[in-house]
């Protein structure tokens, strides 16, 4: 067994990780980052790139059936490729995860450990069975994988999660997707518009991240019109019959009925990568979901020299997130114990459905009731958005009723990775409805809509 000295040790290469490495290296530490997957990130190998690559060839194939309302015709029928559309798929995040793994190529070797890392106190770490460190301080990110319920275990080899969706080197016939979350409803309408047949199933009712009942209501109904979507299923059976899946369930209809399905998706939620760590030796306080006790300005587990960033703190599982976060770990681990407050930036999050799902600043149901107003606008008769037949959609803004602050807003609609920046920096910027209301609008455009729910914002704070 090696023996390490070190000052910073940073348990896992992901975005989050990598961060921290840096920070602590700038800082002019002496750091190592230890990986025990493969190199390359969660977002680029499995998750927001190879994602967004599989949404956009799904997005050209509804566009490409839907050209006939403005007068132009394509003949013949849209045909799918699915060995084409996944090749490019992968071809592409392999390209995204080789940006990655150059960046990881060029950390000198000896600050690299490639092993499962485990804790035998606050600060000495043990990589599999080839090296103790024994660190000044620790930075765990170790990210989040996700979770199978038990339930789904007698579905076998038809079982998968989002990671193998990536490595198809052709589409699938028929899918079910469990869970209507965020991967759930990117996924299972990107199949769905790639020809393969899908059947997305709930358990609680949930739509995306969405909190807000009238919004979550809009975008179950519109989801509905194009996929067979349930947030509420009754499963009856599941089983695993040789080389398809089997499934019996309560429709909407209130039918039972059996179907047969290539691969079952789990996308049910994800867990943070906390369990097998050691963490029972650090004597560090746990949560109920076994992370360390935190603080979310500057990731520091108590008042210990060990540091959480990224989805492993199930904080704000997301990509920007985690870089912050990373960079804000690392630094405070090469600085303590003197720790400073991290750059927390107003919170943005954007489903790549279409409509598009987006939330900014307080979530719906993180407002006191009767403090706050709500603006609302429907997209379905706005101006630019009729332009382009992509008028589905419904916005509500929440503003505070004392000071007319903007708070957050959810919705779906059109354009709504784009409007959701202009509404974070604006919150970012602490601007009231009547400030935002100031600033220009084109025409025509889709921020038209959200002036309109702006107005209707300013017209209840006004009464
Ligand atoms: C399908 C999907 C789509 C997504 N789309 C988006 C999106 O569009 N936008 C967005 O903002 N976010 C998206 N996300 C979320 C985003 O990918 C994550 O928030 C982000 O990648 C988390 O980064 P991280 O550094 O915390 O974890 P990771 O990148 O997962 O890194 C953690 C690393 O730690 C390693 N590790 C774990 N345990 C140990 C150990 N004990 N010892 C050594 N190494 C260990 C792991 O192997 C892994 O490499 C998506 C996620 C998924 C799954
Ligand atoms: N565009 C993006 O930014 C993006 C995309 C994908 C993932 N992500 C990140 O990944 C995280 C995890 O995504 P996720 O979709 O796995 O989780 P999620 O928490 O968003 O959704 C899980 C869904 O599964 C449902 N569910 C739970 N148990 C179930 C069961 N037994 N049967 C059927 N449904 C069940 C839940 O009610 C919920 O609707 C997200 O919260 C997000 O942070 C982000």
Redo the contacts with the bound molecule.
């Keep these: 067994m090696n023996t390490l000295h070190i000052d910073v040790a940073v348990?896992?290469?992901?975005?989050?990780?990598l961060a921290a490495y840096r920070a602590a290296k700038a800082a002019g530490r002496s750091a190592v980052i230890?990986?025990?997957?493969p190199y390359g990130?969660?977002?680029a190998r499995?998750?927001?790139m190879p994602?967004?690559l599989l949404i956009a060839a799904a997005e050209a194939a509804h566009e490409a059936r839907h050209t006939a309302p403005f007068g132009v015709q394509v003949t013949g029928d849209v045909v799918i490729d699915g060995e084409a559309v996944m090749a490019r798929v992968r071809s592409e995040r392999d390209r995204f995860v080789g940006f990655v793994v150059r960046g990881v190529d060029s950390i000198p070797a000896g600050d690299k450990l490639l092993?499962?890392?485990?804790f035998i106190d606050n600060t000495t770490l043990q990589v599999d069975d080839h090296t103790v460190i024994k660190a000044g301080r620790v930075v765990i990110?170790?990210?989040?994988s996700p979770v199978i319920p038990d339930a789904f275990k007698p579905l076998g080899d038809r079982l998968i999660i989002?990671d193998d969706v990536f490595n198809w080197h052709t589409l699938p016939r028929r899918v079910a997707v469990f869970g209507p979350g965020v991967?759930g409803l990117e996924l299972g309408q990107a199949l769905s518009r790639l020809g393969v047949h899908v059947r997305v199933f709930g358990a609680r009712g949930g739509v995306g991240p969405l909190s807000d009942p009238a919004i979550r209501d809009y975008a179950r109904t519109a989801f509905q019109q194009e996929f067979y979507l349930d947030p509420h299923a009754t499963i009856e059976r599941l089983s695993n019959n040789g080389d398809e899946a089997l499934i019996r369930y309560v429709n909407l209809a209130g039918e039972s009925v059996t179907e047969h399905f290539d691969y079952v998706l789990v996308a049910t939620g994800?867990a943070p990568?906390v369990q097998?760590?050691g963490l029972e030796n650090t004597g560090l306080p746990l949560d109920e979901r076994g992370v360390p006790l935190f603080d979310r300005d500057t990731l520091q587990c108590g008042n210990s020299p060990v540091f959480i960033?990224?989805?492993?703190n199930n904080y704000l599982?997301?990509?920007?997130?985690?870089a912050d976060e990373?960079k804000t770990a690392g630094s405070n681990a090469a600085s303590y114990p003197d720790v400073q407050p991290g750059l927390r930036r107003a919170t943005i999050a954007v489903v790549?459905s279409d409509p598009q799902i987006a939330m900014v600043g307080k979530r719906f149901a993180d407002l006191a009731p009767g403090s706050f107003v709500t603006g609302e606008v429907s997209f379905e008769d706005q101006g630019r958005s009729r332009v382009m037949l992509k008028n589905r959609g419904l916005m509500h803004v929440y503003a505070d009723k004392q000071t007319g602050a903007f708070l957050g807003a959810e919705w779906l609609g059109p354009r709504a990775e784009n409007i959701a920046h202009t509404l974070a920096w604006s919150l970012q910027m602490g601007l009231t409805i009547n400030e935002m209301l100031d600033m220009p609008f084109y025409h025509p455009v889709v921020e038209e809509g959200l002036r309109t729910a702006l107005r209707d914002a300013a017209a209840k704070l006004a009464q």
Excluded: Y
């Design positions: 348990i896992g290469a992901g975005t989050a990780g230890i990986e025990s997957g990130t969660t977002c499995v998750g927001c994602s967004k092993g499962h890392a485990r990110a170790t990210g989040s989002n991967i994800r990568n097998h760590l960033a990224g989805d492993a599982p997301l990509l920007h997130e985690a990373g790549f």
